[in-house]
């Protein structure tokens, strides 16, 4: 990528926060997008290049890696994104290449770090959902009892873990060993 390219990248980044930015932050990225477009001879037009890159996002989860292929799909459609696999070790990497102009890569990057961050807070609940539904707990005599006084109740996610609850299906395993033969 040529040094020019960097400078795009960047004050595409900085006019989508001066598009997209509330009150102070909007007028400090509108002022400093200015600053380095005079600075650089860079103009409108260069920032709304329609030239398609490739850029590559990287995740961390497979969950992640499936909602960055979604967000390009939403914006782009079919046939945009795809993954990569190491040169010599023929395994994926943790990299989504989206190809895509550089203000639908601002949109796709800052899509993808919201509902990252909504998507891990839900998997979160789900997984607590899980444990309950399943009953995945040990019995009374092996529970630790310690309990915080300071630990607040937060119902609203008690009702979102309930709600969740409703749609897991109950799973139970046949035991290996009979009941009360536990080895000390």
Same mark, same amino acid.
């Given at each position: 990528?040529? /040094? =020019?390219?960097?400078? *795009?990248?960047?004050?595409?980044?900085? $006019?989508?926060?001066?598009?997209?930015?509330?009150? #102070?932050?909007?007028?400090?990225?509108?002022? =400093?997008? &200015?600053?380095? @477009?005079? $600075? &650089? #001879?860079?103009?409108?037009?260069? *920032?709304?290049?329609?030239?398609? %890159?490739?850029?590559?996002?990287?995740?961390? !989860?497979?969950?992640?890696?499936?909602?960055?292929?979604? *967000?390009?799909? @939403?914006?782009?459609?079919?046939?945009?994104?795809? #993954?990569?696999?190491?040169?010599?070790?023929? =395994? +994926?990497?943790? %990299?989504?290449?989206? /190809?895509?102009? +550089?203000?639908?890569?601002?949109?796709?990057?800052?899509?993808?770090?919201?509902? =990252?961050?909504?998507?891990?807070?839900?998997?979160?609940?789900?997984?607590?959902?899980?444990?309950?539904? %399943?009953?995945?707990? +040990?019995? +009374?005599?092996?529970?630790?009892?310690?309990?915080?006084?300071?630990?607040?109740?937060?119902?609203?996610?008690?009702?979102?873990?309930?709600? @969740? @609850?409703?749609?897991?299906?109950?799973? !139970?395993?046949?035991?290996?060993?009979?009941? #009360? !033969?536990?080895? $000390?």
């Amino acid at each position: 990528m040529t /040094e =020019r390219e960097r400078l *795009l990248e960047k004050l595409a980044a900085v $006019k989508a926060l001066a598009d997209r930015g509330v009150g #102070g932050e909007k007028t400090a990225a509108e002022q =400093r997008l &200015h600053y380095l @477009m005079e $600075k &650089h #001879g860079i103009t409108e037009s260069d *920032l709304e290049d329609s030239v398609v %890159n490739l850029y590559w996002i990287r995740y961390k !989860t497979e969950y992640e890696r499936k909602l960055i292929r979604q *967000l390009a799909y @939403m914006h782009l459609g079919s046939g945009h994104s795809f #993954g990569c696999v190491g040169t010599h070790s023929n =395994r +994926p990497r943790k %990299n989504i290449g989206v /190809e895509c102009t +550089p203000a639908q890569y601002i949109e796709i990057e800052a899509d993808f770090e919201f509902y =990252r961050v909504a998507l891990a807070e839900e998997m979160d609940i789900f997984y607590s959902a899980f444990l309950q539904k %399943n009953n995945l707990f +040990p019995p +009374p005599e092996l529970a630790d009892t310690h309990t915080d006084d300071d630990d607040e109740v937060d119902m609203e996610r008690i009702e979102k873990i309930m709600a @969740m @609850m409703n749609g897991i299906d109950h799973r !139970t395993r046949n035991k290996a060993l009979p009941q #009360g !033969t536990y080895e $000390k």
